[in-house]
């Protein structure tokens, strides 16, 4: 064995660093936590006996297990297309449905956002284009969206869609004041 004092001075501190970096990798990983070294040892990778909070992902004792593939209708505003159109459509549609809603307007003039190249892409509900659609075409729309037009099959239900497309058709292009209400 040679003695610290018989290794040349420019090898001493390589030497040195090289035994403490092999002392630390084996060190390392000879540890059991689920990291090779555990600094600061957290309360979830140590076995505790105690409940220090409620599972996560238990059921509320009020939960009422419900099997269907439609959403259940919603009781309040459920005969009121005008309600439905207000919440989801007003934004960009604008309250006489003319296209000239709020955020529209600000995805076309901060966004570059354009919505007549297309006849169906004109937001403007008593427009010839919008006219033209029969019940089906309009649904269509709704359901699968047009540009910046998101789709409402998912949130909306197909009772709820029928009652917008009363709305939009009697109200809003026919000007019918009875189905305004």
């Given amino acids: ?19 403490m970096a ?12 689920s990291y090779p070294l555990d600094i600061f040892y957290e309360m979830h990778y140590q076995p505790s006996y105690k409940a220090h909070e409620p599972p996560r992902l238990s059921v509320p004792a009020s939960a009422v297990p419900w099997y269907g593939s439609t959403a259940p209708e919603p009781t309040s505003f459920a005969g009121s297309g005008k309600h439905i159109f207000e919440a989801n459509c007003v934004m960009c549609h604008g309250p006489q449905g003319l296209g000239n809603g709020p955020v529209l ?35 269509g729309v709704i359901e699968g969206g047009v540009s910046v037009m998101p789709s409402f ?3 909306l239900t197909p009772n709820q869609i029928d009652l917008v497309l009363d709305y939009v058709e009697g109200c ?5 004041a009875a189905a305004c209400q």
């Fill in 22 to 33: 092999t002392a630390g990798i084996v060190a390392a990983g000879c540890s059991q936590g």
């Fill in 105 to 139: 307007a600000r995805m076309i003039v901060d966004y570059g956002y354009q919505t007549v190249d297309l006849p169906i892409q004109n937001p403007n509900l008593t427009s010839e284009a919008a006219n033209s659609l029969d019940r089906a075409g309009l649904r």
């Fill in 172 to 176: 809003i292009q026919d000007g019918d």
């Fill in 1 to 19: 064995m040679t003695r610290i004092s018989s290794i040349p001075g420019r090898f001493r501190l390589p030497l040195l660093l090289a035994a």
């Fill in 153 to 155: 099959k998912k949130l």
